[in-house]
């Protein structure tokens, strides 16, 4: 009798199974997911303000929503020309990373210990190395940021070199400030500090 009903079980399954792709399930769920990642930019520009005004980001950069990373959010813009993807994300507060800490070296170890925290399984940093620090004029704020360089572990002879800068905004509702890092990173041969500028230069706040 229970063979009987685990063989029951497993024929309703297939079944549901088969129908969700027969009746467009399948398509429902992946045209959902790629509106919520990429809806039109007057839509991302009204939804997304805890982040920044992106209204006068040039249409050269694709801006799109990503899934939560670790209990972050996360928004990106891709530039279209080149490839080169820059990614914000909502620390939720100043307490890991805040534009003050970018003012000492002990930003260094910060980002190294946040690096770890948001490294992907498969691609990981090592030998990473600041080379450069600086900071972005936005419309009305001054923005830091170091340039580093590191070795992708997993990837043979990669070299790669990246921006990640700080800023603080209030989200909506909340009490307290929270950082938002701007992260990019690119192969060595292949980086232009342009790109970056180009886009931080427009946001306002």
């Not at 990614?87 to 946040?114: A, H, M, R």
């Not at 948001?118 to 450069?132: A, M, P, R, W």
């Not at 704020?141 to 572990?153: D, E, H, Q, R, Y």
């Amino acid at each position: 009798m229970g063979c009987l009903k685990s063989i029951f079980k497993k024929i309703i399954f297939i079944a549901v199974v088969v129908a969700f792709f027969a009746f467009g399930g399948y398509t429902y769920v992946k045209n959902s997911i790629n509106n919520y990642q990429n809806p039109p930019r007057d839509e991302f520009i009204k939804t997304e303000r805890n982040y920044a005004d992106f209204s006068r980001v040039s249409g050269d950069y694709q801006l799109s929503r990503n899934f939560n990373l670790l209990g972050y959010k996360k928004i990106s813009a891709k530039y279209l020309p080149t490839g080169q993807k820059i990614t914000i994300y909502d620390l939720k507060n100043e307490k890991t990373i805040s534009p003050k800490d970018f003012q000492t070296k002990e930003i260094d170890t910060k980002i190294n210990n946040l690096l770890n925290k948001l490294k992907d399984s498969f691609i990981t940093f090592e030998e990473f190395q600041v080379i450069q620090r600086g900071s972005f004029i936005a419309k009305n704020k001054t923005i830091p940021f170091i340039k580093f360089s590191a070795k992708v572990k997993n990837v043979p002879f990669k070299n790669v070199v990246g921006i990640i800068a700080c800023y603080s905004t209030t989200n909506e509702k909340a009490k307290e400030p929270s950082s938002k890092l701007i992260v990019t990173v690119v192969d060595k041969k292949a980086f232009n500090l342009t790109i970056a500028q180009g886009f931080i230069g427009a946001l306002k706040f």
